[in-house]
């Protein structure tokens, strides 16, 4: 039997209840104040508002503002979303003038504009956050600089190198990614301000003085697209995901290397999990969370690809649902980026375990085939006959060495003594002395170019905080 809908309940409370935002678009309100308040300057360049009128509306929304942030604000569903919560606490104050603000402009390029600053400082934020960690792995690659491990390629024991050379991997990994969303900050970075609901706007407003004092670079060439485009969010969405991913792999290594069978790293007492029943162990807690909520950021790139499928321009309500999705990610990949540096500088890194893990499994093996082919045995016959014994040595380290002096003497015929010291990890790794190779001499050319690329990125961040700024600044 079906049961009826509550009569107390009016259409139009279900219908708000369904439709409205202002539960998760309040996040918006600085943003929504900061480019109220520059598009009132605009209004007054074109006369739209006297100064008086202009000065008015501007000291009430920074009345608002500090109201908003001391919690004083109650914001009202009805009223739907976080535009027109702040429009009605402006009217309330200031009464007609404050009907006035709207002029000129629609929802639609209002929220186009209160999304992309949104994004800008999210974006912001977690470039700082990926900077830290950057600035981690450096530390610990300068820390650990001589310290050999095992490498691996499909999870079995390859070839030795060093572990400031592995960790410089995530180094190099971050840096695409903070060039990914440099380059997403850059195209959020423009006003849409001005498009209207979708055709512009009759009056004769100068769309470039609100992206002046917002710290942005420059305004939207269309109308249609500026309130219908949500690139900046899906591209940024995308940028997060292959972060997070990214952060999954090193959580990934953190967890396997913290395990008995590898040993590599001891779980910081402060950032590890406890057992409820078994008393002597820790959990890698951390890493653990980090590679699941990867899951969450791609997750949020599936709905934000999924929502833009097929809308016909201009603005659709679908669009509502950029937000959730997009809060989400920032948020994950923020917290997710904090807690991995935090642990990363707390986890203690076994050298000697590592070191003995690089001893074993036939690591120098292709030392051996590159020894025989430097001395005129072509490579392919070299690796069929150091992968002959190494097969016969069945890993047993001390009988591969042997069968190796042996198959030297075969091949070169003018072969009396070697000493076989040239198959040890050490000079393994320090062979491997080409651009971006595991000597020790190499990554620390590495680490100087790595050390650079840091430098600027913290110039970068530091213009970025300053457009910011200048937009936070309004509400002073």
Not at 245 to 257: D, N, P, R
Request: negative net charge.
């Amino acid at each position: 039997m079906r049961s009826k809908r509550n009569r107390q309940r009016s259409a139009n409370d279900d219908f708000l209840g369904f439709t409205a935002s202002i539960d998760f678009d309040q996040r918006l309100w600085r943003h929504e104040i900061a480019a109220s308040i520059a598009h009132a300057h605009t209004l007054a360049g074109a006369n739209v508002l006297s100064d008086a009128e202009c000065r008015t509306v501007i000291d009430s929304l920074k009345e608002i503002a500090t109201a908003i942030s001391h919690g004083e604000v109650v914001f009202d569903r009805s009223r739907e979303d976080i535009h027109m919560n702040v429009e009605k606490h402006l009217v309330d104050r200031i009464g007609e003038t404050g009907k006035k603000l709207h002029t000129g402009r629609s929802r639609n390029d209002q929220v186009a504009l209160d999304m992309r600053l949104f994004v800008r400082d999210g974006l912001a934020v977690i470039i700082s956050e990926a900077i830290e960690l950057q600035n981690q792995l450096i530390y610990k690659a300068t820390e650990h600089a001589t310290a050999v491990m095992p490498g691996y390629t499909h999870m079995q024991h390859a070839q030795p190198v060093l572990l400031s050379h592995h960790l410089m991997a995530y180094f190099w990994k971050l840096q695409r990614d903070i060039q990914r969303f440099q380059e997403c900050y850059k195209r959020t970075n423009v006003s849409p301000l001005g498009a209207g609901a979708l055709a512009g706007t009759a009056y004769k407003l100068d769309r470039n003085i609100a992206p002046t004092m917002l710290g942005m670079e420059g305004v939207t060439e269309n109308s249609l697209d500026a309130v219908s485009d949500r690139d900046f969010v899906a591209e940024s969405i995308f940028a997060l995901s292959l972060l997070m991913i990214h952060l999954s792999s090193l959580s990934e290594e953190l967890v396997l290397w913290s395990s008995h069978e590898f040993g590599f790293v001891k779980l910081p007492k402060e950032l590890s999990g406890g057992s409820s029943m078994m008393p002597q162990k820790r959990n890698p807690d951390l890493p653990e969370l980090v590679r699941a909520k990867s899951g969450r950021t791609i997750g949020d790139l599936v709905a934000i690809l999924t929502l833009l499928k097929s809308l016909p321009l201009a603005y659709n309500r679908d669009l509502q649902e950029d937000k959730e999705t997009l809060f989400d990610a920032l948020d994950t990949a923020k917290d997710s980026l904090h807690a991995l540096t935090s642990f990363l500088q707390a986890v203690e890194i076994d050298r000697v375990r590592m070191r003995k893990a690089a001893e074993v499994g036939l690591m120098t093996a292709t030392d051996l085939a590159d020894f025989l082919t430097m001395h005129g045995v072509p490579f392919r016959t070299a690796h069929g006959q150091v992968q002959s014994i190494a097969e016969e040595s069945d890993g047993d380290d001390v009988k591969f060495i042997h069968l190796a002096d042996n198959i030297i003497s075969r091949n070169l015929k003018d072969y009396e003594t070697l000493d076989m010291s040239f198959l040890s990890v050490e000079k393994s790794v320090g062979r491997r002395d080409i651009e971006g190779g595991t000597s020790s001499k190499a990554v620390k050319t590495q680490m100087r170019k790595a050390a650079s690329v840091l430098a600027k990125n913290v110039q970068t961040a530091s213009a970025m905080k300053r457009q910011i700024e200048k937009a936070a600044s309004l509400l002073e």
